[in-house]
């Protein structure tokens, strides 16, 4: 199966209201290109620099959404065109984000990264600490980003119930923060092994690479 038969079955199995993100971190621009050639607009990256370097080549119509941990010293490298960023967790990044969106004069949308995974190799802030930076003086200062959902990752484990409690405790955080911002939107869970889990929990946001690009060479 190729690349734009992958797009074209997931295209059908998903529902109206789930946005498909690409992830296409270190596959190739030809891939990336039969991809955008089979409709898709929308991809993930998950280092910065090669995001920027895509950005440069591809057509311009691509929304670029950063999935990985973001450092702050790179922000400024994405700043001028990146759609969302996904893996916030500290006020510290988002006043980062902020910096450089102002001077690119632009506003960025994020998603605040919750933790709900048992792995502590997982990154995330837990829902109190995302209820306290949300509504705290200093982040109501910054003007140019705005966070318009949730994002997060389930335990790397075969156990669809395990996966499904973790994905329903993000969806449930998700609702109480919807509640209280008509600017929250976006539930980013599920990636190419656990993305049906996801969506019958209520994912409007799923993160699939090796499903559509067959497997990654971290030698590339």
């Known amino acids: 199966m190729n690349i734009s038969e992958n797009l074209k ?18 596959k190739p621009v030809s891939d990336l290109m ?18 920027e370097a895509k950005w440069q080549e591809m057509p311009k119509d691509i929304q670029w959404h950063m ?20 893996a916030v967790d500290s006020l510290k990044l988002l006043k980062e984000i902020n910096k450089e969106a102002e001077k690119n004069e632009r506003t960025i949308d994020c998603l605040l990264q ?3 995974a048992e792995e502590d190799s997982k ?3 837990d829902e109190t600490d995302a209820a306290s930076l949300l509504s705290s003086e200093e982040f109501k200062k910054l003007q140019n980003v705005k ?30 923060f919807r509640d209280q911002n008509s600017e929250i ?36």
């Open 34 to 51: 039969e991809a955008y050639n089979a409709g898709q607009r929308v991809f993930g990256e998950n280092k910065i620099q090669e995001m």
């Open 123 to 125: 990154f995330g802030i």
């Open 185 to 220: 939107r976006i539930l980013s869970m599920g990636m190419s092994g656990d993305y049906k889990v996801a969506i019958e929990n209520g994912s409007n946001m799923v993160r699939v690479g090796s499903a559509i690009f067959g497997e990654r060479n971290y030698n590339n």
């Open 114 to 116: 919750i933790k709900i």
């Open 67 to 86: 999935i990985g941990h973001v450092q702050r010293n790179k922000v400024k490298y994405m700043a001028p065109f990146v759609s969302l960023i996904h």
């Open 147 to 176: 966070i318009v959902g949730l994002m997060g990752m389930a335990t790397f484990t075969d156990d669809d119930k395990q996966i499904s409690e973790e994905f329903q405790k993000l969806k449930n955080a998700y609702d109480k």
């Open 9 to 26: 079955k997931f295209n059908k199995e998903l529902p109206d209201d789930v946005t498909l993100v690409a992830v296409s971190k270190t």
